[in-house]
C-alpha cells in the first residue's frame, strides 16, 4: 500500500520572512531597499529586485487579479494610493506587463515652438559676449 497524505485543518502555518506586513489574511509582504516578495500561505508567489519597478506593480496587479486581497488592501501595503493602483490595472489590462513600465514625463510631441523663437529664445539669454554665437540658430 502506498502512504497516504492527509492535510490538517486549518490555514497553513504562516511562514514568511521576519519584518513582513500582512496585505490579507493570508498575503503577506516584504520589502526593502534590495526589493520585496509577497507570500500567500507561506509560499513566495512574486519576487522582485530593488530596481524593478515593473515587478513590484505586476505583483500588486496579480494580488488584486487572483483575489488574493482586495483593492484597498493592496494599495495600502504597496504604500501606494487606490488610483495608482488602479491605474496599474488598466495599464496592464490594456498593454500587458509592458504597459506597467513607467512612462517618461514631460512632452509627449515635438515642441511647438519654431526655429525663430527657439533662437530668439536661446540668443536672448546668452550672455553678451557669446550672443551670435551662442547657438546655431542665431543670427
Known amino acids: 500500500m502506498g502512504l497516504v ?3 490538517r485543518e486549518g490555514p497553513p502555518l504562516p511562514m514568511v520572512p521576519a519584518g513582513s506586513v ?23 508567489v512574486s519576487v522582485w529586485d530593488g530596481a524593478d519597478v515593473v515587478g513590484r506593480r505586476l505583483a500588486a496587479v496579480q494580488l488584486v487579479r487572483t483575489r488574493a486581497a482586495g483593492q484597498g488592501e493592496v494599495a495600502a501595503g504597496f504604500g501606494v494610493g487606490g488610483v495608482t493602483l488602479w491605474r496599474w490595472l488598466r495599464a496592464w489590462q490594456a498593454d500587458g506587463v509592458g504597459g506597467l513600465a513607467p512612462q517618461a514625463k514631460g512632452p ?4 511647438k515652438l519654431t526655429e525663430a523663437k527657439v533662437a530668439e529664445i536661446c540668443c536672448g539669454w546668452a550672455p553678451p559676449s557669446t550672443r551670435g554665437r551662442c547657438c546655431r540658430r542665431c543670427c
Open 22 to 44: 500582512m496585505v490579507a489574511p493570508g498575503v503577506w509582504l516584504s520589502e526593502d531597499a534590495d526589493g520585496g516578495s509577497v507570500f500567500v500561505w507561506g509560499m513566495a
Open 5 to 7: 497524505a492527509t492535510l
Open 108 to 111: 509627449r510631441g515635438p515642441s
